[in-house]
C-alpha cells in the first residue's frame, strides 16, 4: 500500500513538494485545502493506512493531528511551511528528498500535544500581545509580505504594548498576574536568551507557562519572541519570567472570550480557558528513538 500524501496547496513550498512526491511511487499525493484535511484523513484512517504524510506548515499539521490522536495511525511530515517549528524540534529535515525518506523509513514515536479547552496545539498556545502581533502581521502580509510584515507588526506591537489581568489557577491555588502575554509550550522550555521558547532537550513532560514579571519584562519577552519567531538574532541577558511545569490550569480573563494564539493561527475561545498536556497522544515519524 502506497502511503497518502496530503499537500496543502496554499503552503510557501507547496508546489515543490508535491512534485517532489509525485516523483516517488511509494506515495500517492492529494491537494487538500487545510479545512478539507480532516475529512481526507479520516478517509486514509478508515481505509486501513498505517501512517500517512503530511507536508504543510504548523497550523497544517496542527489540523491533521487532530484528526490522528487516538488513533494508530502515524503522522510523517514535509516540512512545507514557513518556519517549520514542529518539524525542527523532532528532527524532521528541511530537504524534501530527506523528508520522504523519513517518511517510508523512520521510526514511529508516541508524542505529547496539548489542549485549550477543546483545540489541540503541537508546539506552542499565547493570550495576549502575540494574538495582536499574528493579526497584524497577517493584515500586513496581503500588502507587503511576510517578512516585511512581521518587522511591521513587531514595531506595531512594541508601541502599543497592554498588560491585561490574568487570573490563573493550578491545582486549585490562585494568582494574579498583570502582564501583556501569557506563554504555554508543550514540553519544557528555554527561558534564556537566545533560545528562547525552544524545547529543552530531555525536558520534562509538562505543559510549561510564562508569564512576564511585570511592565518592562513583558515589554523584553515580547520584543525577544517575535524576533525569534523571525528567526533574527537576540540579547543574551536573562528575562525576567514567572513559570511553571504542570499537567493542566485554568486560565481567566476579564472577558467573556479571547483570541488564542495555537501554532501561530488565532482562534476565539469562550471563558474560562483549560489547559492540558495530553501524553503520547500523536504517533510520529522520526529519525531513530524507540520505535511502537
Known sequence: MTIPAFVNPGGSSAGAAAEALRGDSEFTVHLTEPAKLPTALKVAVASGASRVLVAGGD?????AAACLVGTPVALAVLPAGTLNHFAQYHGIPADAGEAMALARQGVVRSVDVGYVNDELFLNTS??????????????????CGYWLASLLAGIRIMATLRH??????????GRIYA????????GERMLALPG???PVPDGARALHVVIPRGRWEGRRFSR???????DLPVETRELGLDHVLVDGFTLELRRTATGVA???EIKVLSMPLRYRLARDALQLVVPGGPTN
Open 196 to 198: 528562547l521558547g525552544q
Open 262 to 264: 495555537l501554532d501561530g
Open 224 to 230: 525577544a519572541y517575535s524576533r525569534q519567531d523571525r
Open 126 to 143: 499565547s493570550v495576549g500581545a502575540y494574538v495582536r502581533y499574528v493579526r497584524t502581521r497577517d493584515r500586513l502580509e496581503r500588502v
Open 59 to 63: 497550523g497544517t499539521l496542527s489540523r
Open 179 to 186: 502582564a501583556p502575554l501569557l506563554f504555554v509550550g508543550v
Open 164 to 173: 491585561m489581568r490574568v487570573s490563573l489557577e493550578v491545582s486549585g491555588a
